[in-house]
Structure formats: structure tokens, C-alpha cells
């Protein structure tokens, strides 16, 4: 089998703060069907040191970044593990990346850093006698992993898969000796960005493969739009990309199996879930569509245009049920909305809410103005859910517009409307609720939606390509 070690920040159902966690969660299992074994290389956060089970150390180190540390080899929910239990980095309170404060750890380039540099301990000296072929790396937290690789001497093929490159792990060239970093790679083909240190930019320029979540989001990273500045390393390294689409997990959702809904496989008998929703949100009976958000609330995810195209929902006898947090204005101008009776808003994070909303709304709403790839809108096809989308990355990969052409075929699956503007999604909110007055047409969006395939096995057939082709 082919030995993989995965490196991630979060790891479903373990530690979670977005679609991040559910990817690296769910690949292991959907590579094992490809003859991939894959250990995920995962900080000893407090939830991941509880639920470790028959852990064993494999390797100790004296120094890590400000203490020591130890790597502990065990299971948890079903995975293959590798833990850093490193209390001075990772065992305190709050997320994986904030404080109870809200605010950055301070300690975030090291305790990232810490991260990649045990993953390239690992690729070039082994974990125990565990020595993997290749290096998979998520995002920043990984991004250092290339250049301490380089400096042990390993030899590994490396990937990094970029999930969302508006976050580059920067950090001051102040701290280049403390990070364990040699000073001679800060220039432009190394890890020098803009004149920070960037472990995502290190992770771009030295990774021999890389990916990311969806064929359009790997050509709108370069351009200006939507790279972050990166565009040009993105062009640099075009030959070396691959936009693999993200699958989610069918087992955890499956409407017909789910353990947290009523469960369902049409979408006529969808509706118990619709009504358990009103009643659990406090709702009242409607005649037009109960449209769900399911979302972190940022400004990438457009949901400022949502506050303003709502009136013109409402005025359709369409309701809203929101669940997400975020920043703080919108929490507030959402709660605000709430005083409608016919607008439902939970601030928080709540998994099992989440499939109650999905498997309870008539439409989701995912009006992003950039989204890699999204898993909320896959979700929602597999629950029979109409999609509504922003034309952009992943959205426009999975999602078939109900254009006339779409409709005469019977193929469409949700809505996409372009550009991301308040008076485009108004139009196609207006669309949306038209729609859903022609039942019997909005009846097959659903059966299509149900229809889609959503889950791993194209895309793990792809990663399992891509590890033999950089091994061969």
C-alpha cells in the first residue's frame, strides 16, 4: 500500500472549525479504497489528547519550538493518528487557532511551525517503523513543512493543497531564527512574501505537486481577483496545480440513514424535517420557500448582501433560518432581522443543528463572494436541498443552473447568479421563488439535486493518481 502521511490544523469529527476538518477527516477512508494507507499528523489539541485511544509514544523531543514534546501513535474515530503532544503549544483553552479572547494565539507561527517540522522529521528519519512515501499538507499550518524537509535531506514527494489562500500564515522576518528557518531561503523563490515571512508561500514554491479544491478555484487563483497577491506564484507554478473537487462523507450524511433527522430518500417525504425545523426555530406555516444558511459569517461568504435582499424574500412569504458566527456586525444586524417573525437566526457553532437546517429547508443559500470549494451546497444536493450560489470556485463546479436549456433537459440542480451583488442575488432570489410555486418543477430540482454524485470516489481516484505519479 502506499504510505501517506497527512498533515492538517483540524482533523472531522475530531477538532473543527470549517470544511478544512471535513476533507482531511473523510480522506483516509475514501484513499484506503485505493490502496493509499494515510496517518493524519495532528496537534495535541485537548479534544484530540481525549478521544486518542491506545496511544504509544514513537518518538520524543527535547526542545520543540519552547518544550518538550513527544509523538504519540494511536486511533481516534476511526483514523490513524499521529498526535503532538506538546502541552506549551497546544493544551489550552479555546480553538485551534484563537483564544477564548477571540483574538490570534501569539504563538501561532510556532505552533504551526512545530506542526511542519515534526511532519518532516517524520518523512525523513520515520515514526517508529513507519516511513511515508509522500507528504500531503493543508493549508499554511503545513506550508514550512517543505523547508525543514529540504534541510533534514528527506526525500519524499510532497503536496500541498491549498483550501483557502486568502490566509498565508505571515508572520514578522523577525522571528526567521526562532522558526528553525534557514535565513538564506527569505527571497522570492522561497518564503519570502512581500517582505513577511509566509508559510503558505514556502509551501507554494517548494511542494513538487499542488492541489487544490475545485478545477475553477485552481484557475481563478491566477488571477489578481481572486489570488491574494499569490497570482503570480500561482502562474509560476501552473504546471504543478491540479484542482481536485472536495466529496463529503456519505455515511455521516445520508438522508435516509441519519440519525440526527427524520430520516428521508425523496423529497416529498422531506417534509417532517421542514416542519420539526419550524417548530424547533420557532417559524410560523408559509407559503413561500424556507431558505437556510449554514455558514462562518465573514465577508467572503456575501452574507451582507443577504441582509439586503431579505425584505424582497420576506415580501414573497419566503422565510430565513440562519446558523453560523463570525463577525461581529453581522451577528448583530442578523439577530436584528430575527425581530421578524419569519427570520430565525442561532449564533454558534451546532453540528447536529446543521443537519436539522439542511435536511429542513426548501433552499440553501451560498452567496460567497469566493469559495474554493464549499461543502455546504453538497450537502444540500444530497438532501434534496436546492442549492442558491455565487458563479465562483467550487459553487460553479457542483452546481447545474436552472437556465431554460438546464430546465428543458431536466438537469438543473439549484440557482448560480453572477456578480456577486446585492441585485444579482435578488434576482435570483426572485427566480428562486418562482420556482418554487411550480411545484412539479421544483419537485425534480430535488430529485436531480438528490441524484448528484457528491462523495469521494472520483476525487480519491484522482489524489491516488497524483501520489503514484510523483512516487513512479
Not at 491506545?54 to 519550538?65: G, I, K, N, R, S
Not at 515534526?118 to 514550512?144: E, R, T
Not at 457542483?398 to 439549484?414: E, Q
Request: charged share 15%; aromatic share 6%.
Amino acid at each position: 500500500m502506499m504510505r501517506v502521511l497527512s498533515v492538517a490544523s483540524e482533523c472531522a469529527p475530531l477538532v473543527k472549525t470549517g470544511g478544512l476538518a471535513d476533507v482531511v477527516g473523510a480522506l483516509p477512508g475514501a484513499l484506503a479504497a485505493e490502496g493509499v494507507r494515510m496517518r493524519v499528523l495532528l496537534p495535541g489539541y485537548p479534544a484530540v489528547m481525549a478521544a486518542l485511544r491506545d496511544a504509544a509514544p514513537v518518538l520524543a523531543f527535547d526542545q520543540l519550538f519552547g518544550g518538550p514534546a513527544r509523538l504519540l501513535a494511536g486511533q481516534a474515530a476511526g483514523l490513524d493518528l499521529l498526535v503532538i503532544e506538546a502541552a506549551h503549544l497546544y493544551d489550552r483553552p479555546g480553538g485551534p487557532y484563537l483564544g477564548s479572547d477571540g483574538r490570534d494565539w501569539p504563538d501561532n507561527p510556532e505552533r504551526f511551525a512545530a506542526l511542519s517540522w515534526v511532519a518532516a522529521h517524520i518523512c525523513a528519519h520515520g515514526a517508529g517503523d513507519w516511513l511515508p512515501q509522500v507528504l500531503h499538507g493543508h493549508d499554511w499550518q503545513a506550508g514550512f513543512a517543505t523547508e525543514y524537509l529540504r534541510a533534514m535531506g528527506g526525500r519524499v514527494a510532497t503536496v500541498l493543497t491549498i483550501h483557502n489562500i486568502a490566509f498565508t500564515g505571515s508572520t514578522d522576518p523577525g522571528r526567521i531564527a526562532r522558526l528553525g528557518l534557514d535565513p538564506a531561503r527569505f527571497h522570492a523563490e522561497g518564503y519570502e512574501f512581500f517582505g513577511a515571512v509566509s508559510a503558505l508561500k514556502a509551501g507554494l514554491m517548494g511542494a513538487d505537486a499542488l492541489t487544490t479544491v475545485s478545477p475553477s478555484y485552481a484557475e481563478e487563483l491566477m488571477t489578481p481577483e481572486f489570488g491574494m497577491g499569490l497570482d503570480g506564484v500561482m502562474r509560476h507554478r501552473r504546471e504543478a496545480l491540479t484542482g481536485i473537487l472536495n466529496g463529503i462523507d456519505t455515511q455521516v450524511w445520508n438522508p435516509v440513514t441519519d440519525p440526527l433527522i427524520h430520516p428521508f430518500g425523496t423529497p416529498r417525504s422531506k417534509s417532517a424535517n421542514k416542519a420539526a425545523l419550524r417548530a424547533e426555530l420557532g417559524l410560523p406555516q408559509a407559503q413561500g420557500p424556507l431558505c437556510v444558511i449554514v455558514s462562518r459569517m465573514t465577508h467572503q461568504k456575501g452574507l451582507d448582501l443577504v441582509l439586503q435582499v431579505l425584505p424582497d424574500l420576506l415580501a414573497e412569504d419566503g422565510q430565513l433560518a440562519l446558523l453560523g458566527s463570525g463577525d461581529p456586525e453581522l451577528e448583530t444586524a442578523f439577530r436584528a432581522a430575527a425581530a421578524d417573525p419569519n427570520v430565525a437566526v442561532r449564533i454558534g457553532y451546532d453540528e447536529a443543528l446543521s443537519h436539522r437546517m439542511i435536511a429542513g429547508g426548501d433552499a440553501i443559500l451560498v452567496p460567497s463572494r469566493f469559495e474554493p470549494c464549499g461543502l455546504t451546497q453538497l450537502y444540500a444536493l444530497r438532501y434534496g436541498t436546492v442549492p442558491l450560489v455565487a458563479l465562483t470556485g467550487g459553487l460553479a463546479d457542483t452546481v447545474i443552473n436552472a437556465s431554460p436549456a438546464a430546465l428543458a433537459r431536466g438537469v438543473a440542480t439549484g440557482i448560480q447568479f453572477t456578480p456577486v451583488t446585492a441585485g444579482s442575488l435578488r434576482n435570483a432570489v426572485a427566480r428562486l421563488c418562482a420556482l418554487y410555486k411550480d411545484q412539479k418543477t421544483w419537485s425534480r430540482l430535488q430529485k436531480n439535486a438528490m441524484a448528484q454524485p457528491v462523495g469521494w470516489d472520483q476525487s480519491a481516484k484522482a489524489y491516488a493518481a497524483l501520489y503514484a505519479r510523483l512516487t513512479a
